[in-house]
């Protein structure tokens, strides 16, 4: 998911449907914008895309100096309206509005517990969790009552609160998703990437610390550090595929990290021999430019990609994944025919897209196919905000990579070590990174799907 706040600009639903714009590649299933005028919070959420859904008339009903806002696309609920946040409500202590990048292990658990205390849930989400904790709470302060709520949680969170004349900025110890600040003039900007700040030409001041909360009113910013602190574990998949190429993560540039990725790979696996060096795109194409620099292989453009087809692993329906990849890309034949391709992608998670685009190859006449996979094998699910399939369905999981190879009928297949993905993104101790995903080592815990599918 994305989420993005601003505060003390007479603009800020506008702000907030321009920002979401432009983190619209981290979920594409619902939207929504909750705006403070001061005294009152106002909100819209639906499915479906920002551009389509925050038309002129409804962001002029969201007036305010301050708003917060979302995009999702479902790791934890269901694919429906009730799961769209900003999750909003009216409790005690007043009007409040929560925008949540990331996935809480242990809602499952809490959720049962507040239920069976007499909780009444709105949603599937487990951000929710969160609300009734801060509604409960007997502590004396809103950000109190935040940090309270946030020390029964455990898992995943870059949150952002709303209330009247608040706007509350947290980020877990481990740091797993992103959360960064800017400043527009009089105003302050929060974003899960700073590409965000870069459309709004919003001046990027930094990341949020792992651990840290920032409160903004009417007496200025704020930070502290309420939790105690813990090893790192920043999302090294943001690097490799999640971000955009253009935004700076966790300190560093993604495209340059994805084409270090690219040159690290070429050195691991080679391709001698090979005519030209493609890319999957997008996510594909900063490793692949990489991957040619290193091995001196020239870099075409063999797949062209459909501007009218969004994130196809986003589709929750395997029916309509399937579709996906066909509508997505096309092979170029006039680049293609009668060459030995080394074809870059960025992971492989179920095969299915990679097995299609390696057929597709080869019947655009491409003799041999290489495909080289620039991050380690996706083995496990990730339970921290990614949507990653089940165990089972993770090809990596219960195959050897001569087995996949030879599924994806590629001639020859080679993945980025785990070694070499903590050498590209500067982690060479490899211990401010997670990388379940790659190693299965969870850092905060793992929830099982059953546990989870129970709690939905
Ligand atoms: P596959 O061959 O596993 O069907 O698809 C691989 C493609 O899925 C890659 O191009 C990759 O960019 C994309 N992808 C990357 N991350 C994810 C993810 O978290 N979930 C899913 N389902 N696909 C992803
Ligand atoms: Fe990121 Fe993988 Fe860790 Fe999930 S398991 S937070 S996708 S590195
Ligand atoms: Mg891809």
Request: net charge neutral; charged share 20%.
């Amino acid at each position: 998911c994305g989420i993005f706040g601003i505060t003390g600009h007479p603009e800020a639903s506008n702000l907030a449907y321009l920002g979401l714009h432009a983190l619209q590649h981290r979920g594409q299933e619902s939207a929504g914008i909750v705006a403070s005028d001061g005294e009152h919070l106002r909100s819209h959420r639906s499915m479906g895309l920002v551009a389509d859904i925050f038309t002129a008339p409804v962001l002029e009903k969201l007036p305010g100096e301050a708003s917060i806002g979302h995009v999702r696309y479902s790791t934890a609920g269901v694919s429906q309206l009730k799961n769209a946040q900003p999750l909003s409500v009216e409790y005690a202590g007043g009007q409040l509005a929560i925008a949540h990048n990331g996935n809480l292990v242990n809602a499952p658990e809490l959720r049962k517990a507040l239920e069976a205390d007499g909780a009444i849930f709105q949603s599937d989400s487990d951000t929710e969790v969160i609300i009734h904790f801060i509604a409960r709470s007997k502590q004396p302060t809103f950000e109190n009552k935040v940090v309270e709520a946030l020390s029964k949680v455990k898992g995943a969170y870059s949150l952002l609160f709303l209330t009247q004349n608040q706007l509350v900025a947290v980020r877990d110890p481990y740091g797993f998703r992103p959360l960064v600040l800017g400043r527009l003039r009089n105003a302050y900007v929060l974003a899960s990437e700073t590409t965000a700040l870069d459309l709004i030409e919003a001046e990027y001041i930094r990341e949020l610390e792992p651990g840290e909360m920032v409160v903004i009113d009417e007496k200025g910013l704020r930070t502290s550090q309420p939790f105690a602190p813990t090893r790192l574990g920043r999302c090294i998949f943001e690097h490799v595929y999640f971000a955009k190429p253009d935004s700076v993560l966790f300190g560093t540039s993604v495209y340059e990290t994805r084409k270090e990725l690219g040159r690290q790979l070429a050195r691991e696996q080679p391709a001698p021999g090979a005519d030209l060096v493609i890319a999957v795109p997008d996510s594909g194409v900063p490793a692949a430019i990489g991957f040619s620099q290193a091995s001196g292989i020239p870099y075409d453009v063999g797949l062209i990609r459909s501007h009218y087809v969004g994130r196809t692993f986003i589709e929750p329906q395997q029916s309509i994944r399937h579709f996906g990849v066909k509508l997505k890309l096309s092979a170029v034949r006039q680049v293609l025919k009668g060459k030995r391709v080394v074809v870059v992608d960025d992971s492989i998670v179920r095969g299915t897209t990679s097995r299609k685009i390696v057929k597709m190859l080869k019947a655009a006449g491409a003799v041999e196919v290489h495909l080289r996979i620039s991050s380690p094998p996706t083995s496990w699910p990730c339970y921290y905000g990614i949507d990653t399939p089940s165990r089972q369905e993770l090809i990596a999981s219960n195959h050897t990579t001569e087995e996949i190879a030879r599924y994806v009928t590629a001639d020859t297949l080679g993945y980025l070590s785990l070694e070499g993905l903590g050498k590209a993104v500067g982690d060479t101790e490899r211990n401010t990174f997670c990388t379940a995903c790659f190693s299965g080592k969870y850092l905060a815990g793992q929830v099982s799907p059953e546990v989870a599918a129970q709690s939905a």
